[in-house]
Nanobody, 119 residues
Framework: QVQLVESGGGLVQAGGSLRLSCAAS????????MNWYRQAPGNQRELVAA???????KYSDSVKGRFTISRDNAKNTVYLQMNSLKPEDTAVYYC?????????????WGQGTQVTVSS
């Protein structure tokens, strides 16, 4: 059973920074991609950043240039460095992993970590 555990959320003033971590219970090499999503109250969950097993990254337009996703394979951990935070970045941030096998595609989710940005 795959477990993803997020940490690093909290309260920060606008313009500040936070670094989120997502620690997997096993090797992250098995995942085709690892992603960060966020969900604000009343909104749908949205993809914020993604990183493939090969290291390719992509970002939503709303965070491009401010957020950076990275992975440490030795620590089985994915990070989201968030700089120049804005109040509209306030949300619960979720780690997600995608695994494609011959038989099927699987998704795994962490429990989420709250990020609150005050103005």
């Amino acid at each position: 059973q795959v477990q993803l555990v997020e940490s690093g959320g909290g309260l920060v003033q606008a313009g500040g920074s936070l670094r989120l971590s997502c620690a997997a219970s096993g090797s992250i090499f098995r995942f085709n991609a690892m992603n960060w999503y966020r969900q604000a109250p009343g909104n749908q969950r949205e993809l914020v950043a993604a990183i493939t097993s090969g290291g390719s990254t992509k970002y939503s337009d709303s965070v491009k240039g401010r957020f950076t996703i990275s992975r440490d394979n030795a620590k089985n951990t994915v990070y989201l460095q968030m700089n120049s935070l804005k109040p509209e970045d306030t949300a619960v941030y979720y780690c997600n992993a995608e695994e494609a096998t011959v038989a099927d595609t699987y998704e795994y989710w962490g429990q989420g970590t709250q990020v609150t940005v005050s103005s």
